[in-house]
T-cell receptor
Framework: DAGVIQSPRHEVTEMGQEVTLRCKPI?????LFWYRQTMMRGLELLIY????????DSGMPEDRFSAKMPNASFSTLKIQPSEPRDSAVYFC????????????FGEGSRLTVL | SQQGEEDPQALSIQEGENATMNCSYK?????LQWYRQNSGRGLVHLIL?????REKHSGRLRVTLDTSKKSSSLLITASRAADTASYFC?????????????FGEGTQLTVNP
């Protein structure tokens, strides 16, 4: 079975540019999570969806961040405009049945904002 | 704020030795999980232990949970160089936003051949 697929794996952009990260969860999983990992703050939950509906976006840093899940097999995390402090590894994860059960992570998107 | 805190932050051992990592948490939980992350990769689930369980085994992994002390430990026996990775505990904390899985800051394990 294919795991969680994220793209791009690496993104280097300049401050002010729009960044779009993409995620395809495991088929049949009804929960999708976006996490951000930095050395300073560790792994932080940004937002999660249940059956394509955003449930909790309290971890989204500010209005520059937005996430969508137009269907069960695709989600995006967008940063507009990007800032150097957004540099991090962004992970998408999915799970089935419960928000606090086993998570299946993608390989991450490493974002560098210059 | 982090619900789980791992100890030690870094651990370096020789191949064949056992590695023990600890996790402490603050609030009541329903379950606690351990994940591994190899450098540059995503997190991989290792084991889940429920609050009514005290010990769980999976291959060379042994996890204990002491809810009275709000702590857990992960023991890797007969370590191998391939076990070199960061290990994270995750707890299902409940806050004003509801339940969520919250990760600790991790223990970096290095197994020297």
């Amino acid at each position: 079975d294919a795991g969680v697929i994220q793209s791009p794996r690496h993104e280097v952009t300049e401050m002010g540019q729009e960044v779009t990260l993409r995620c395809k969860p495991i088929s049949g999983h009804d929960y999708l999570f976006w996490y951000r990992q930095t050395m300073m703050r560790g792994l932080e939950l940004l937002i999660y969806f249940n059956n394509n509906v955003p449930i909790d976006d309290s971890g989204m840093p500010e209005d520059r961040f937005s996430a969508k899940m137009p269907n069960a097999s695709f989600s995006t995390l967008k940063i507009q405009p990007s800032e150097p402090r957004d540099s991090a590894v962004y992970f998408c994860a999915s799970s089935t049945g419960t928000i606090t059960g086993e998570l299946f992570f993608g390989e991450g998107s490493r974002l560098t904002v210059l | 704020s982090q619900q789980g805190e791992e100890d030690p932050q870094a651990l370096s051992i020789q191949e064949g030795e056992n590695a023990t990592m600890n996790c402490s948490y603050k609030t009541s939980i329903n379950n606690l999980q351990w994940y591994r992350q190899n450098s540059g990769r995503g997190l991989v689930h290792l084991i889940l232990i429920r609050s009514n369980e005290r010990e769980k085994h999976s291959g060379r992994l042994r996890v204990t949970l002491d809810t009275s002390k709000k702590s857990s430990s992960l023991l890797i026996t007969a370590s191998r160089a391939a076990d070199t990775a960061s290990y994270f505990c995750a707890t299902d904390a409940r806050d004003t936003s509801g339940s969520r899985l919250t990760f600790g800051e991790g223990t970096q394990l290095t197994v020297n051949p």
